[in-house]
């Protein structure tokens, strides 16, 4: 996000507190160069190529913790989509390394032509490694998985401007309108048949199972990957459910505490189980507790979104997502040693909250590398010290997580799970986003780029008819180019990594004033070229 976001924020809301001092050894360039290096070196080329499935498409998604592939390979839509997001992202950020591109394009097909079910519509969750459907435990369908895949072939359009990528994006955004929204109550229901019916929870369904709930983890997710989509397609559908899912994220998951509710009924009426015994509580918590990591990534998510719909002076959201941060830290803070905890439960007759798992999951501490940092930008005054906890958290993952020769985070911090250090180092529900995208944005704030791109130059329009089409030379920009954003009468309309652009299927050449504005990867616009009539 743009600077210029913060320093708005901070002027709308007042701090108290003093700000400390960073500790000598850590300084935000120190910082900068360790996780640069560490991103290249101990995450990206640890697991690409070497994930790329040359043999059936795809990514392999198990390794051991020595990076050496292990078992049957079986696929995960969530998995594989993740690999398309991180590599394109890679490849934007690294063009001259060529497998990243070569891997989000293969990744793209393997979506497109194996775990998009041409009959029915939607991604299949879980299947063999040529892609043959299975069970695995999973719904045939699923919103968080689909959220994901979403997630991926937006960030791919992002990266090569292949606009078969923007056209299943946008079927795919409305296949979940047709099967997967609800009209009434909103959101979006997570399990589905393969058809796309949502499946109801019964009589018969486990108590423990999660069948039919409406939850917080594909709200936060659809949040996410309908940010991506609209960063790349501004339409108007689907920014009212990017609204949507943020006030409902906002206004309904998040209790007034400053946690999130995990799991609701469709009616969106929480799953709690205060009332019951302890042993009940402890044996059903998959359902019910405190997820440190999830508030900590929902605040980030919550203000990136609102960001992106250009909500001004956006006060409720901001003071909702630090809410969160404050809560998480407070509550779920490892004082001694930094890091925070996996889970806790507010028990009706304890006081305050109980620690239940006191266990540090890899996702949760690059969630909370990213938020920390986004934090202390917006509120370097402010009494918890967000800078200070950065440094201290960003030590932590590197003692504790960061497997210095061979490669990647462990999955849990191995000063509470020694056992993680000869553990699988990739499976089906760990790869490389949450890490890649908390180095990316962390390195973006520890050196921000304050310099917009050149001017687009020789905006023109050539051709007639269904040959029609904007054309421009080559913008120039001193860190990254991503492209360029269009614009109809002032308003954004579309975005391409290339240098020229013509609706897609279905579309209307747009009436009106044409501009074009180059932005680079940490979004900052040049100035406008407009369309000479």
């Not at 990206?44 to 498409?57: M, N, Q, S, V």
């Amino acid at each position: 996000m743009k600077n210029i976001f913060y320093t708005t924020i901070i002027s709308l809301l007042i701090c108290g507190g003093t700000h400390a001092q960073s500790p000598v050894a850590n300084t935000r360039k120190q910082v900068y160069g360790e996780m640069k290096r560490s991103m290249v070196d101990e995450l990206l080329k640890p697991w690409y190529p070497a994930a790329i499935d040359t043999t059936y498409g795809g990514f392999l998604s198990t390794f051991t913790f020595e990076f050496k592939p292990q078992g049957a390979q079986d696929k995960m839509i969530v998995t594989q989509a993740r690999h398309v997001w991180s590599n394109a992202r890679a490849a934007e950020l690294y063009s001259s390394v060529k497998y990243y591109s070569m891997g989000a394009a293969q990744g793209f097909q393997f979506l497109k032509n194996v775990l998009w079910d041409k009959q029915y519509g939607g991604f299949y969750t879980y299947t063999d490694r040529q892609g043959k459907p299975k069970s695995g435990g999973f719904a045939p369908k699923e919103a968080y998985g689909n959220s994901f895949a979403l997630y991926a072939i937006a960030a791919y359009y992002h990266q090569s401007g292949d606009t078969s990528a923007l056209n299943l994006a946008i079927k795919q955004f409305l296949w979940l309108e047709q099967h997967s929204h609800d009209p009434v109550y909103k959101g979006y229901y997570q399990h589905m048949q393969l058809d796309g019916t949502p499946i109801k929870r019964t009589a018969a369904t486990p108590s423990r199972a999660e069948t039919g709930y409406k939850d917080q983890n594909t709200s936060i997710h659809l949040l996410e990957a309908f940010t991506e989509l609209y960063r790349v397609w501004p339409d108007k559908l689907l920014k009212e459910r990017l609204q949507e899912m943020l006030f409902l994220i906002r206004d309904k998951i998040v209790t007034p505490k400053g946690n999130l509710t995990l799991f609701f009924q469709p009616d969106w009426t929480p799953v709690n189980h205060r009332d019951s015994s302890e042993t009940y509580i402890l044996s059903h918590r998959g359902l019910d507790h405190v997820s440190f990591g999830h508030d900590v990534e929902t605040a980030y998510l919550m203000l990136e979104a609102s960001h992106l719909l250009g909500l001004k002076n956006d006060v409720t959201t901001h003071t909702v997502a630090k809410r969160m941060l404050d809560h998480a830290l407070k509550n779920g803070w490892d004082n001694a040693t930094g890091g925070f905890y996996d889970e806790g439960y507010y028990f009706k007759d304890k006081a305050g909250i109980t620690i239940i798992a006191e266990t540090k999951n890899w996702w949760a501490q690059a969630e909370g590398l990213n938020t920390l940092l986004m934090f202390d930008d917006m509120y370097p005054k402010d009494s918890l010290q967000y800078g200070q906890k950065f440094y201290k958290l960003w030590n932590y993952v590197q003692t504790n997580l960061i497997d210095h020769e061979h490669g990647d985070w462990y999955q849990g911090g191995i000063d509470k799970q020694p056992n993680y250090k000869p553990a699988l180092k990739g499976q089906i529900w760990k790869g490389t986003y949450h890490v890649l995208r908390a180095f990316i944005n962390c390195t973006n704030r520890l050196q921000p780029d304050h310099t917009a791109p050149s001017i687009p130059q020789k905006f023109t329009a050539t051709g007639k008819g269904i040959h029609k089409q904007l054309a421009w030379k080559v913008a120039h920009d001193n860190a990254g180019l991503a492209g360029y954003n269009i614009y109809c009468n002032g308003q954004r309309m579309a975005f391409t990594p290339l240098t020229h652009w013509q609706p897609i299927a279905g579309q209307a050449w747009p009436k009106g004033k044409l501009s074009i504005k180059a932005v680079d990867l940490e979004e900052n616009e040049s100035k406008a070229a407009s369309l000479k009539n």
